[in-house]
């Protein structure tokens, strides 16, 4: 096979939006174009935000454009002073440009807004066949449209305008190509809306659909209370009235910028909790750090609330999710920098926002519960009662297995808990990063297993001669099951002793093989693990950008990056922030074995702040993926693996 011509022609350069129509998934989602609506709805929101904007309205149009229009103070259109253009074109056509930067003391444009790399409105172009923009602005009308991204009528003004009316109008006709549709779900687009007019109170968000006719429209002047008991209308088992507080960092103080804090409205339900969560209004709908934050202080302040009164009974070991789980709540924090994992922000990262939301909630819910005692006892009642229930069941599943389980292997660092379901072990890469995770973990739940080395291929090996090799031996001991087929996994699994297996190796192609390796086996001869969810692989950082203190507000910073992609976002956003470059330093992690303890449990093993890929199996993929398996595994795959590498090694990413 002759080999592709490799000269100054291949290097590829993407310029301008090319990146966002090259991988658009990078930026967005791409099943709906809701997200690149969104992205100019939290623009008129960010208006509103900073006490720029009364009234946003969004119209769907009857040929599937959608427009949004806000009265807040219209984008500025002089020239920018950089990029020499006018600077209404620069925010559409440029990533990582915006008002949304210079936030290191609260003063810029946009002090809290969801703006992370500032890619937002231009990606909205970058993926419409067309876009139009008109500014009213300091009494004159202003208008210019782009098509697939670029300029096609160049900024000009229009009209007049009224000059105390301001505002910025964009309509949007996303590119079918980008999408599996290009309809919007209504249902979505009104709960965002619904939202925008709940966190901000006052704030009047209107829908128009074109083709029905109809308009709906939000207001809350109640806020955050009035949606909450909106969503508990009806629910059994309402434990607690609502209970509404909010929290913000005055001037001065050490740990967190002037302005940054939370608000909430919180309830206790027998029927089951959950809720919303936002980031300077943008909807986190896979939760994140704030929400941990919000869980371990009104866990602190429950268990507190109990031992104060001597409502804790002896042998009842109260735990966050006893008083999480019934909790329902709206959360909506404000954060001087978010960091979100991926453009798209649906789940907040910032790892200062657990410490930020749980010290802001804490001292008022500690004085609601110690004024309101009758209503406090009630939901310690209920955690406590959750408490023995998971405690009950705990017992029943450890004398279950009781004496049927071997002895355990030596190097086994196991936890104190008898919960299978909330148990955790760890299958370390090798004896240093097994000692730093021993360390960092938390002994009452997590158990470390170092492996030493790789261990064996066994998709070939038939299952009476796995435990031949001592690392799956150790492995399936520690476990407590056998091998077994897919049909047997619910007998097999009946004396499983943690509820997640976590891989947690190197990020580089060492650990990437050692995972492949016990994926291998935990598919051929443990497929019950991955079939029941109870298989995930840690995702270590790479990266770790240190940021110097900026002055008594800002401190020192420790930002982890996951790849060399995070790494690079992570030094744009810190260089618009002006942050100067001697006081950046930026420092790659060799292995597991090369972090702290403390840097271990907060990037890795911390639930609160780490990052975990969940793995499973379905049935409608198991015969694909045991192709796969035989193919990267097979000892007489040889031939078919080159063939196969040959083909696809264009998309390999790898240090060479």
Known sequence: MASPRYDEASIRVLKGLEPVKERPGMYTRTDTPLHIIQEVI??????ALAGAAKTITVTLHADRSVSVEDDGRGIPVGPHPEEKVPTVEVVFTRLHAGG???KKTGGSAYAFSGGLHGVGVSVTNALSKRL??????EGATWAMAFEDGFVVEKLQKTGSAPAKQSGTWVRAWPDAKYFDTDRIRRPELEHLLRAKA???A?????LVDEASGETLEWKYEGGMAAYLQEQLAGEDGLVSPIVVGESFVAAGDALFAEGEGASWAIAWCEGGGGGESYV???PTVEGGTHESGLKSGVFESVREFCLHHELLTRGVNLQSEDVWKPLRFVLSTRLLDPQFQGQTKTKLSSRDAVKLVASRLKDPLDAWLNQHVEDGKKIAELAIKAAVARQKAGKAAEKRRGSGVAVLPGKLTDCESEETSRNELFLVEGDSAGGSARQGRDRHFQAILPLRGKILNTFEVDPTQIYANNEVHDIAVALGIEPHAVGDAEKALANLRYGKVIIMADADVDGSHIQTLLLALFFRHFPGLLARGHIHVAQPPLYVVKVEAQGKSRPERRLYALDEGERDAILVKLADEKVRESAIHVGRFKGLGEMNPDELR??????????LLPLTVTTDVLADTHRMFTLLMGKGEASSRRSWMEEHGNRVEADV
């Not at 939290?42 to 208006?47: L, Y």
């Not at 139009?132 to 602005?137: F, G, N």
């Not at 006052?202 to 209107?206: N, W």
């Not at 990037?603 to 990052?611: A, E, F, G, I, S």
């Open 198 to 200: 709940v966190l901000l």
């Open 202 to 206: 006052g704030l009047c968000m209107r």
């Open 100 to 102: 949304k930067f210079d």
């Open 132 to 137: 139009e923009v008109k500014v009213r602005r």
């Open 280 to 282: 300077n209004l943008i």
């Open 602 to 611: 907060e990037t890795t093993m911390n639930p609160d702040t780490r990052r």
């Open 42 to 47: 939290d623009n008129a929101a960010d208006e």
